[in-house]
T-cell receptor, first 112, second 113 residues
Framework: GENVEQHPSTLSVQEGDSAVIKCTYS??????FPWYKQELGKRPQLIID?????GEKKDQRIAVTLNKTAKHFSLHITETQPEDSAVYFC???????????FGAGTRLFVKA | KAGVTQTPRYLIKTRGQQVTLSCSPI?????VSWYQQTPGQGLQFLFE???????NKGNFPGRFSGRQFSNSRSEMNVSTLELGDSALYLC????????????FGPGTRLTVT
């Protein structure tokens, strides 16, 4: 069945460093790839997304890249801050199939 | 615009009982998806509704069911509760069928004892 693998499961960086989280999806029909940030005790919040007709998208300190051939997409956070500490989830969606598959999550710690 | 709301926020049930959870989407959003979140399994897709029709279903037993009303509000029901059903149940709404962007509610924390 459809699957999204996410790595690493835990990531610890020093404030100001960059963080990279990688995901691989299995369903070649996936065409929408959102990233969610979930702080402790709160709901997942959409932070950035990319569609399959785009290779890269950037929003301030956050960027996402997509390699459709390899079925691989990544989240890049630059100049990390302590408030970036949270669990990050990648997801892959076939918008025609109305089903979103999430990765297992990455717990990011940003040390001040 | 008000966000996605879910009721109740917390629930404690006993094994064998049934439970109904409610989700009200953002005004104007017609698609509602449900997810189960557990520490070990992450976010697992339960089902998606649009215009009162279930469009897709995840790999959950038939004890998990749902429905959507004409005002887009959705409910999910779990019958014959098991200990393993303890989880955070999240719903998410999006503007249209297959629109992509989903906005999550705060979740209902279900504990089965």
């Amino acid at each position: 069945g459809e699957n999204v693998e996410q790595h690493p499961s835990t990531l610890s960086v020093q404030e100001g460093d960059s963080a990279v989280i990688k995901c691989t999806y299995s369903d070649s029909a996936s065409n929408y790839f959102p990233w969610y940030k979930q702080e402790l005790g709160k709901r997942p919040q959409l932070i950035i997304d990319i569609r399959s007709n785009v290779g890269e998208k950037k929003d301030q300190r956050i960027a996402v890249t997509l390699n459709k051939t390899a079925k691989h997409f990544s989240l890049h956070i630059t100049e990390t801050q302590p408030e970036d500490s949270a669990v990050y989830f990648c997801a892959a969606m076939n918008t025609g199939g109305f089903k979103t598959i999430f990765g297992a999550g990455t717990r990011l710690f940003v040390k001040a | 615009k008000a966000g996605v709301t879910q009721t109740p926020r917390y629930l404690i049930k006993t094994r064998g009982q049934q439970v109904t959870l409610s989700c009200s989407p953002i005004s104007g959003h017609r698609s509602v998806s449900w997810y189960q979140q557990t520490p070990g399994q992450g976010l697992q897709f339960l089902f998606e509704y649009f215009s009162e029709t279930q469009r897709n279903k995840g790999n959950f037993p038939g004890r998990f069911s749902g429905r959507q009303f004409s005002n887009s509000r959705s409910e999910m029901n779990v019958s014959t509760l098991e200990l393993g059903d303890s989880a955070l149940y999240l719903c998410a709404s999006s503007l249209a069928q297959g629109a992509g962007e989903q906005y999550f509610g705060p979740g209902t924390r279900l504990t089965v004892t």
